[in-house]
Nanobody, 131 residues
Framework: QHHVAESGGGSVQAGASLRLSCAFS????????????LAWFRQAPGKEREGIAT????????WTAASVQGRFTISQDIGSNTVFLQMDRLTPEDAAMYYC????????????????????WGQGTQVTVSS
């Protein structure tokens, strides 16, 4: 249902900032029965895919994982169908492939944070952090 494409990754030094963008297309659900969740995940080599942040498009309700709270912020630009992940004070532990995913969920549900709950994925954008 959704086409998703991430961008904005790169190679930075510890303490630097990056802003990732997730542009998506597809039918936006405005009826009460369903809503669209957008989520950011990351996966480092040899590790499981980890949920980082979610946002309801277009409602704006958001969640950020405790491990990145205070440093990462998820936001949206409704007019351009884009969700952002602002990453500040990056550390080498943040280095990973970052993915954006989209999923329709029931209107009364919280946005899921498990990768298995999302069907529509981007190709990923690489973030490298050197110390």
């Amino acid at each position: 249902q959704h086409h998703v494409a991430e961008s904005g990754g790169g190679s930075v030094q510890a303490g630097a900032s990056l802003r990732l963008s997730c542009a998506f297309s597809g039918p936006t659900v405005y009826k009460r029965a369903r809503k669209t969740c957008l989520a950011w995940f990351r996966q480092a080599p040899g590790k499981e895919r980890e949920g980082i942040a979610t946002i309801v498009f277009v409602g704006g309700m958001s969640w950020t994982a405790a491990s990145v709270q205070g440093r990462f912020t998820i936001s949206q630009d409704i007019g351009s169908n884009t969700v952002f992940l602002q990453m500040d004070r990056l550390t080498p532990e943040d280095a990973a492939m970052y993915y954006c995913a989209a999923q329709y969920v029931a209107a009364t549900s919280q946005c899921p944070v498990a990768p298995s709950e999302y069907n529509d994925w981007g190709q990923g954008t690489q973030v490298t952090v050197s110390s």
